[in-house]
């Protein structure tokens, strides 16, 4: 089967980071369904609407403090 005769979901994870995924398969542990069902370009399109930070939430959270303690040094 080629990808254009899927059905594809948008899947997130607890990192808010986002994949593709067939609705055949069984979502894995530890995602979700958000977003459309459909096409792989419908998909897409969807997930290069929400996710504009790649980094996984773990991460930008830790910059986020990192960056909170500095400014209280400078003050």
């Known amino acids: 089967m080629k990808d254009e005769e899927f059905e594809y979901q948008v899947l997130v994870n607890h990192e808010e980071q986002y994949s593709l995924w067939p609705t055949f398969k069984v ?9 459309p069902i459909g096409s792989k370009e419908t998909c897409l399109a969807y997930v290069e609407s ?22 209280r040094t400078r003050h």
């Open 27 to 35: 979502i894995p542990p530890g995602w979700r369904q958000v977003g």
């Open 50 to 71: 929400v996710w504009s930070d790649i980094r996984p939430l773990s991460v930008r959270r830790s910059l986020e403090e990192a960056e909170t303690r500095l400014e």
